[in-house]
């Protein structure tokens, strides 16, 4: 009776001090999954390009999305941290996917469209352009689609790309760029939605793992020893709907994932195993933003808390093959888009 007491009063001070949503250890240390719903918006993009993907902090918590937009002129937002705009800088002829700041405090963007890096350099403004650009490929109209970025400690640059199943590396500062590792299990594959293979990438704490998502696939990936001579591929974690974005947080050892198509965001531990979920959709507001995350794509982590980008990208139009495409994704009601913040668990 004495232990069936004390067990539910820590149950009953876990609830009234923590939450709903922690992650606890029991009396036989298993782990209880972290679920916590609440999304707060941290900004409002301005009138013009939507579909925010790309996302970076620099060191002093400012945060840059960029747009993927088709139908207008692309361009990076820099908002303070209370999420007020800073400026915008335009990017004529790029189409922006994923972005990182290495430890120089310089910004890099891959550009999807074009096979290439860009390299901007501080201090930033709307006046900003590109201090280097780096060709990778021939961009996605032959084949090669640039999304994700990484750095590693030796401050050399990885990017993901998406349609040829290739992870390409960027000696800096020099700038020679080789590919640096190509599997089948990279690419998007024949059935894969969204049709994107290879996307987010990210180092673990010691980099004896380089963790790649596969977004067609609904996988996360692991490239072990991969700086060595033979490194080996294989699956970490599996039916992860959409698995885009990924950062890693060395604090807690986790890997955060965007799931881009269940509108959540998830934890993954060592072992490849879901201990958290963060966010949801909730529908669209009256001033046609998202409430809660809708296609997050992107994320960045600042402090305590996790930045991610809402996409919300319309991906079932109609076409010949698809005329009903209209009225069946929620995406297309929305008007204006959002960055959302979520609070990070305690461990």
Request: charged share 20%.
């Amino acid at each position: 009776m004495r232990n069936i007491l004390k067990n539910c009063c820590y149950l009953l001070f876990v609830t009234i001090v923590c939450g709903t949503g922690t992650v606890f250890a029991d009396d036989n240390h298993s782990r209880r999954l972290f679920i916590d719903r609440d999304v707060d918006t941290f900004a409002v993009l301005p009138a013009g390009p939507g579909f925010p993907e790309g996302i970076a902090a620099d060191g002093r918590g400012n945060i840059f999305v960029a747009t993927f937009d088709f139908s207008t002129t692309n361009v990076i937002h820099s908002f303070r941290h209370n999420g007020q705009l800073r400026f915008t800088i335009p990017l004529p002829g790029v189409v922006p996917l994923g972005m990182e700041f290495d430890g120089a405090g310089r910004l890099y963007v891959a550009d999807f469209g074009n096979g290439k890096v860009l390299q901007f350099s501080p201090p930033f403004s709307a006046a900003s352009t590109p201090s280097a650009v780096f060709p990778v490929c021939g961009g996605a109209g032959t084949g090669c689609g640039l999304n994700a970025i990484t750095f590693d400690a030796a401050g050399d640059l990885y990017v993901s790309d998406s349609f040829g199943g290739v992870v390409f590396k960027i000696d800096l500062p020099g700038g020679a760029v080789s590919p640096f590792f190509s599997h089948d299990l990279l690419k998007p594959g024949s059935h894969g939605f969204p049709p994107f293979g290879a996307n987010g990438l990210a180092f673990n704490s010691n980099e004896s793992v380089l963790f790649v998502a596969n977004t067609g696939d609904d996988r996360v990936l692991k490239i072990r020893n991969p700086h060595s001579l033979t490194p080996t591929l294989t699956v970490f974690a599996e039916s992860l709907n959409g698995a885009d974005g990924l950062v890693f947080d060395k604090r807690t050892g986790l890997l955060w994932v965007c799931a881009n198509q269940a509108d959540e965001v998830v934890a993954l531990n060592d072992k490849g195993r879901v201990v958290a979920k963060l966010g949801e959709f909730r529908g669209i507001k009256r001033n046609g933003t998202p409430d809660g995350l809708l296609f997050p794509a992107s994320l960045v982590i600042v402090d305590d808390e996790i930045y991610v980008t809402n996409l919300a990208l319309v991906l079932t139009n109609p076409t010949p093959t698809n005329p009903d495409g209209v009225g069946d994704e929620p995406e297309e009601d929305v008007t204006r888009w959002t960055i959302s913040r979520m609070k990070l668990p305690q461990h």
